[in-house]
C-alpha cells in the first residue's frame, strides 16, 4: 500500500508534517513499530520522555500515539502501538518509503532529571512499555548518575512482550535489573533462563524479589490499575505517574 501526503508545507503548527516510514516491525500479532523520518524539507520533532504525537494516515483518520524512541535521537521517530481500530489497522500496513501526518509532540514528560541520585523503579504492562521506553533510554543513557534502576515487566502471554531482545541488552550492558513476568505461561517460558523471574503478577514474590532497602525510589509506571495497587513494592515509591496529556 503505497501513501502519500500532499507536497506543500503545512500552513499552521497544527497541520501534520510529512514523515517517511523508514522501516515497518511487527511487535507482536497485534503490535507494530514504525521508524519515521522527516520528509524533505521538513526538520525532526524534537521530544521529551513521555510525550507523544498525533499520527494521520492520509485519507483514513487521526489518532494520538506515545513516542517510543531514544530522545536523544529526534532524527528517528519512533511509535509502537497496537492495532485497535481503523486507523491503527491501517498504519500498520505502512511500508518503507510510505507516508504519514506527524503533528506534535504533546503532553507533559517523565521528569528524569529530578530522579537523579535516587532509585529509580519502571512498572510497565504490555503495550504500557513503549511510552516508558524514552524514559528508560535517558536515564541509562546517564546511568552513573543514578542509583539502582529497575523494571518490572508484565504481560499476558511470552508471546506478548515488547522489545525481548532490547530488555536482555540492558541487563547486561547498563547495570538495569529487568524483571518479567507473565500471566499464561508456557512450558518454554517456565523452562527458560533468559528472564530472571516467572512469577504470577500479583504475587507478593515479585516485590520481593526486588527488595528495596530504602524510601527514595521514584516511580515511573505505565500499567493496569491491579498491577499498581496490589504491589506493596510500588505502592511504596514515590511516584511520577503518567504524565499529563494535552
Known sequence: MTVTAPHAPPAAPMTPHPFVVQRALRETDDTFTLELAADRGF????????????????????????????????????HTTRVVGATTRAMGQLKRGDQLGVRGPFGTAWPVEEAEGQDVLFVAGGIGLAPLRPALYRVLARRERYGRVVLLYGARTPDDILFRRELRNWRADFDLEVHVTVDRATREWLMSPTMSIRLPSR????????????????????????????????????????????
Open 43 to 78: 526538520e525532526p520533532l524534537a521530544f521529551r520522555p513521555g510525550q507523544f504525537n498525533m499520527l494521520y494516515v492520509f485519507g483514513v483518520g487521526e489518532v494520538p500515539i506515545s513516542i517510543s524512541g531514544d530522545p536523544a535521537t529526534p532524527q528517528t521517530l519512533v
Open 203 to 246: 504475587s507478593p514474590s515479585f516485590s520481593r524479589k526486588v527488595n528495596p532497602s530504602s524510601s527514595a525510589w521514584v516511580g515511573c509506571s505505565c500499567a493496569p490499575s491491579p498491577a499498581l495497587t496490589t504491589n506493596p513494592f510500588t505502592c511504596r515509591a514515590r511516584k511520577w505517574g503518567a504524565p499529563e496529556a494535552g
